[in-house]
């Protein structure tokens, strides 16, 4: 039984696409978040989302747009893909926004060609 | 700003020898501090938290971490390291939004 999984788990596309990559929880949890890490291992918070609202949103490209349909759901959508969007995505679940612990989906690793 | 900084990019231990990954943090107000593990190509996994009280905390898998106010520390060990420990370690803390933010990570080795 996987808490937090996302697909697809890899992902290889062409610059100027369009993709999304899905996350689900089966903790229960009401918050989910969106992280990225990049090639450094850096990683940096995107979005989150609190009952299906969005609560934090970094300064990301406005290609990029979280939908989360309901609280065990948290979708990514990227437009117009770019080489700098190559990275791993993780998603992560969190009991409320202010819970200490949170739990990482096993990551989605895009490259764009 | 809240941050945490882990100055070694890679730390070598022989298997059953103690091991250290450090970290510092810089922030305002009462820290609240973590660690988090990532094997190869997998998600962060939570080890442990410090809110407020011991200064030694323990966590998952053996690990625990020492809390030092005066020195800013919030260093991570285990007594005895495994081969099996061998991963990312990522130190946190939390602003005052509830953001996770991480440090640039320390990647364990452990030679058998």
């Known amino acids: 039984d996987t808490a937090v999984s996302q697909t697809p788990k890899y992902l290889v596309t062409q610059m100027g696409n369009d993709k999304s990559i899905k996350c689900e929880q089966n903790?229960?949890?009401?918050?989910m978040y969106w992280y990225k890490q990049d090639s450094k291992k850096f990683l940096k918070i995107m979005f989150s989302y609190n009952n299906k609202e969005l609560i934090i949103n970094e300064t990301v490209p406005n290609r990029f747009s979280p939908k989360s349909p309901d609280k065990a759901h948290l979708n990514l959508h990227i437009n117009s893909l770019e080489l700098g969007d190559s990275a791993v995505y993780f998603c992560a679940s969190s009991q409320a926004p202010d819970s200490y612990e949170q739990y990482f989906g096993p990551g989605t690793r895009l490259t764009v060609t | 700003a809240q941050s945490v900084a882990q100055p070694e990019d890679q730390v070598n231990v022989a298997e059953g020898n103690p091991l250290t990954v450090k970290c510092t943090y810089s922030?305002?107000?009462?820290?609240?501090l973590f660690w988090y593990v990532q094997y190869p190509n997998r998600g962060l996994q939570f080890l442990l938290k410090y809110i407020t009280g011991d200064n030694l905390v323990k966590g998952s898998y053996g690990f625990e971490a020492e809390f030092n106010k005066s020195q800013t520390s919030f260093h991570l060990k285990k007594p005895s390291a495994l081969v099996s420990d061998s991963a990312l370690y990522f130190c946190a803390t939390k602003d005052n939004t509830d953001k996770l933010i991480f440090g640039t990570g320390t990647r364990l080795q452990v030679f058998p």
């Open positions: 922030v305002s107000g009462n820290p609240y």
């Open positions: 903790l229960g949890h009401d918050t």
